[in-house]
């Protein structure tokens, strides 16, 4: 009751995320130190950082997913984690959550349903994510029969179903072609200038390059947060694989 009250509480201009001194361990290991980070409204922002420097444990902790050892997540205005939020964000994991033995239309029908959208509304709903994804002819076809690129398409779509206010998306274009991986970053700044607030992990540079801000992640610790011009103009560099290297991002990646 006191945290939905919080979150009524909170103003238009309050971040939509809001981390601080989060910290995450793995029995003795430290996996987050520390970290600080506020997302704002409308916002495209990217975590960038090697392979095993923390994303997808941030990204679980954001989601709630994942408990923190120290430090809070406030999402909405609410700490996290929080059931109630899970209507308001749109998530996407590394691993595609789909049931195989399922066509594409009845696993977007299942997670609709736990969205509580029905009828017309659901219909145009389907519709519209198995567009942006481009799945629409691929829609009674079970599962199993998906490539990987096509069920990351899938899970995608579903993390858009319910058109959320905040997207939460691991690595959302591995193993997506560069012509298709081009339209969904489309639909990616369209959903952004409509006032969506996207997270995303990526490792791929030229990515990056299009988020707003960025935030650099190495050994569990945010290295620096910036856009990625400035970026750039603070480490001296032409590109934003050599500023990662300067700032500390990481030269494994
Ligand atoms: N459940 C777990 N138990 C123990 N260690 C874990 C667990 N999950 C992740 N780790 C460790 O935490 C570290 C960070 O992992 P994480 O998946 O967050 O990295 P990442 O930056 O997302 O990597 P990638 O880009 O390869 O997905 C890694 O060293 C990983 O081995």
Redesign the pocket.
């Known amino acids: 009751m006191v945290a939905s009250v919080a979150g009524n509480a909170a103003s238009a201009s309050s971040p939509v995320v809001e981390i601080r001194d989060l910290t995450r361990k793995?029995?003795e290991?430290t996996?987050l130190e520390r970290i600080t980070l506020q997302v704002g409204r409308g916002e495209l922002f990217g975590l960038l950082?090697?392979?095993?420097?923390?994303?997808?444990?941030?990204i679980k902790l954001i989601t709630g997913i994942e408990k923190a050892d120290g430090g809070t997540v406030h999402v909405f205005g609410e700490r996290m984690p929080r059931l109630a939020l899970l209507g308001r964000f749109g998530y996407m994991a590394?691993s595609d959550a789909l049931y195989n033995e399922l066509t594409a239309r009845e696993n977007l029908l299942f997670f609709a349903s736990l969205y509580g959208l029905s009828g017309a509304r659901r219909q145009e709903r389907i519709q519209a994510a198995m567009r942006i994804v481009d799945l629409t002819d691929h829609m009674n076809k079970p599962v199993a029969a998906y490539s990987g690129g096509m069920k990351r398409r899938l899970s995608l779509a579903i993390a858009l179903l319910h058109d959320p206010e905040l997207l939460v998306l691991d690595?959302p274009t591995v193993g997506i072609d560069p012509l298709l991986r081009q339209s969904i970053w489309k639909e990616l700044f369209a959903l952004r200038d409509r006032g969506t607030t996207i997270i995303l992990?990526t490792?791929v540079m030229d990515e990056a390059d299009k988020c707003d801000r960025i935030g650099l992640?190495r050994n569990?610790r945010l290295t620096a947060v910036d856009s990625p011009e400035a970026l750039k103009t603070q480490s001296g560099a032409a590109t934003l694989e050599e500023a990662f290297i300067v700032l500390g991002g990481g030269d494994q990646a």
């Open positions: 793995y029995g290991r996996i950082g090697p392979s095993g420097s923390g994303k997808t444990t941030l590394q690595e992990t490792h992640i569990g």
